[in-house]
């Protein structure tokens, strides 16, 4: 998989390599032409942002979908949600994502649990204090029954998205948050509608953490799949049809 790629490139020293020949022409440009300089600056943007963005997402997705093993019911739901608003005739489009309020809010769940990128380092005050003449007060529990997979805390509005930043806030916000939701949804609702998934065991899911930067599964998801019959209507049904 692409991310396993990015991995095994930082590991063996290639994407170091690769930024330092970057660095290097950036220097050899800047006498020669801004415009080289620019186009330079452009790619360097762009590979930052492709490389990010799928990882982070395909993580993401991992998570999901590891989650939604170890819940049938939740996993059911959301099916439930996409017949009902989607029906089984067309597959669901980027614009009809929005709708799909359950499968939003088990991709806030996921990334409440299983955020890609945890580098905010949680803060809490033990007592009540003062810091700056401002009064801060003891840290009370934020989420109830925190350690558990509930998409439905969502249901009830604004009350608990407030508390949910997995892309951050304020000026150092990941500037890709908007795609991310996008591509995710899509993906994820697509998955959940072509498919009926099941563990490949009576175990749950392996849901250790494994190590690197956007937190990938320490053991990778393995899981079985049946095509539902709304796959049938856009694929052939045998070799004959092709």
Known sequence: MFPSF????????????????????????????????????????????????????????????????????????????????????????????????YVQNIISETLRLYPAAPLLVPHMSSTDCTIGGYDVPKTRKVWDDAISFKPERY?????????????????????GAGLAQRAIGLTLASLIQCFEWERVSMEEVDMAEGNGISMPKAVALEAMCKARPIMNKFLPVSSDDI
């Open 155 to 175: 249901e009830s509005g604004k009350e608990n998205t407030h508390k949910l930043l997995p892309f951050g806030i304020g000026r150092r916000a990941c500037p």
């Open 6 to 101: 990015c991995e095994r490139r930082k590991r063996s020293g290639e994407w170091v390599d690769w930024q330092v020949r970057l660095h290097k022409a950036i220097c050899s440009s800047s006498a020669k032409s801004s415009m080289v300089t620019i186009s330079v600056f452009t790619i360097v943007i762009l590979a930052d942002s492709l490389l990010a963005g799928t990882d982070t997402s395909a993580v993401t997705l991992e998570w999901a979908m590891s989650n939604l093993l170890n819940h049938p019911h939740i996993l059911k739901k959301a099916r439930a949600e996409l017949d009902s608003q989607i029906g089984q005739e067309k597959l669901v489009e980027e614009a009809e994502v929005s709708r799909l309020h």
